[in-house]
């Protein structure tokens, strides 16, 4: 008798965990709650400076695609920010584009701030100076890549 009841009861536990196990399988998962894009918020983009600190990485790291690309997104933020037109000159200049640097050398000394930007200033000059005599050699490409013999000063 004994031995009948203790597998009776382990028959009930038996089946009421089987009852217990497929009501658990027969609940719908709960989907995980996902939030919807705010819609309300329009991009806005970092503040110019911050755009020139990155275009300043990628003209380190010799992606003067991606310079040009943070420094026009720096002087469409603030027009009047010089640092932009100064680093969009000069990735334009390693990019081969004289012109395009031209015109960003010639905007950035428009804006030129203080006198404590002398220095470099000194040295867009001297850029500007170099690609007007490169523009002046070969007016029809400007996008091309001027020899190394049509840099150096002739020899005596």
Not at 101 to 128: C, G, M, N, T, W
């Amino acid at each position: 008798m004994r031995r009948t009841r203790s597998c009776v009861v382990w028959v009930l536990l038996g089946l009421s965990l089987a009852g217990s196990l497929s009501f658990a399988q027969d609940k719908p998962k709960p989907k995980p709650a996902h939030r919807q894009p705010e819609e309300s918020t329009p991009y806005s983009p970092p503040a110019a400076w911050k755009s020139v600190e990155i275009g300043d990485y990628y003209m380190r790291r010799r992606n003067y695609r991606g310079a040009v690309s943070r420094y026009q997104e720096a002087v469409t933020t603030d027009p009047d920010y010089a640092r932009g037109y100064l680093g969009l000159g000069r990735a334009y200049e390693k990019l081969h584009m004289p012109q395009k640097a031209l015109d960003a050398y010639q905007k950035y000394l428009d804006l030129l701030p203080s006198a404590k930007d002398a220095e470099e200033a000194k040295d867009v000059h001297r850029s500007i100076q170099r690609l007007r005599r490169e523009l002046k050699k070969s007016p029809s490409s400007t996008s091309r890549r001027a020899p190394a013999s049509a840099l150096k000063p002739p020899s005596p």
